[in-house]
Antibody, heavy 117, light 108 residues
Framework: EVQLVESGGGLVQPGRSLKLSCAAS????????MAWVRQAPKKGLEWVAT????????YYPDSVKGRFTISRDNAKSSLYLQMNSLKSEDTATYYC??????????WGQGVMVTVSS | DVVMTQTPVSLSVSLGGQVSISCRSS???????????LSWYLQKPGQSPQLLIY???NRFSGISDRFSGSGSGTDFTLKISRVEPDDLGVYYC?????FGGGTKLELK
C-alpha cells in the first residue's frame, strides 16, 4: 500500500524558514517524480514544486521560485521542501504527492503551515 | 501559463442522478508526444484529494465506472452517473502544474 506521510509543519513568523518532510513507502520511491501541492484555507489546489526521479531536475511556479527548494533522498525514500522567506500567503496545508502521467496519483494526509507574527 | 477554468462552481444533484463538470484550458493540452494530460480529482470533506481520472479518460485504480472522462484539446468533461453519497465533495481538473478552481457537488 502506497503511503505518504508529511511532517514538519507549524507556526512560523514571516521571513523565517521551515522544512517539510515526506516519508514514502509501499512503492519504489526512486522510480517516480514527486511533487508538493498546497491548499490555502477554504481555497483550491496550487502546485508548488516537482522533482525528477534522480533529483537533478526541479520545477516551480513563479509564486515560490527562489524561495522554496524541493529535494529528495532516494536512499531514505524521503521528499523535502525547504521554504525560506515565508510570507503570510504561504499559509496552507501542504500535500506530498506521487507524480505519474502528469497527475498526482497518491497524496499524503497533508501538513499545516501557518505564517503569522 | 495555462489557465484551467471549471464550470459550474457548484452543482446540486439528487442521489442516483447524473452530473457533468466542464474544464476548459487556455491552450491545448496535447503534449509533444501526442498524449493529452488532463486529470480529475475529488476532495471529499476533510480529506486529501484523490485521483479519479488521468490522461483524459483513464480511470485510476479502484475508481468506479460511474466516473467517466472525455474531451480533447482544450475542452474536457467529467461525468458522474448514479450519484452516491460518497461522491460528494469538490472536484478539480488539473494538467500537472495547474488546477481548475473546483466544482462543489452537493445533494439537492
Amino acid at each position: 500500500e502506497v503511503q505518504l506521510v508529511e511532517s514538519g509543519g507549524g507556526l512560523v513568523q514571516p521571513g523565517r524558514s521551515l522544512k517539510l518532510s515526506c516519508a514514502a513507502s509501499g512503492f519504489t520511491f526512486s522510480n517516480y517524480y514527486m511533487a508538493w501541492v498546497r491548499q490555502a484555507p477554504k481555497k483550491g489546489l496550487e502546485w508548488v514544486a516537482t522533482i525528477s526521479t534522480s533529483g537533478s531536475r526541479t520545477y516551480y511556479p513563479d509564486s515560490v521560485k527562489g524561495r522554496f527548494t524541493i529535494s529528495r533522498d532516494n536512499a531514505k525514500s524521503s521528499l523535502y521542501l525547504q521554504m525560506n522567506s515565508l510570507k503570510s500567503e504561504d499559509t496552507a496545508t501542504y500535500y506530498c504527492a506521487r507524480h505519474d502521467y502528469y497527475s498526482e496519483d497518491y497524496w499524503g494526509q497533508g501538513v499545516m503551515v501557518t505564517v503569522s507574527s | 501559463d495555462v489557465v484551467m477554468t471549471q464550470t459550474p462552481v457548484s452543482l446540486s444533484v439528487s442521489l442516483g442522478g447524473q452530473v457533468s463538470i466542464s474544464c476548459r484550458s487556455s491552450q491545448s493540452l496535447v503534449h509533444n508526444n501526442g498524449n493529452t494530460y488532463l486529470s480529475w480529482y475529488l476532495q471529499k470533506p476533510g480529506q486529501s484529494p484523490q485521483l479519479l481520472i488521468y490522461k483524459v479518460s483513464n480511470r485510476f485504480s479502484g475508481i468506479s465506472d460511474r466516473f467517466s472522462g472525455s474531451g480533447s484539446g482544450t475542452d474536457f468533461t467529467l461525468k458522474i452517473s448514479r450519484v452516491e453519497p460518497d461522491d460528494l465533495g469538490v472536484y478539480y481538473c488539473g494538467q500537472g502544474t495547474q488546477f481548475g478552481g473546483g466544482t462543489k457537488l452537493e445533494l439537492k
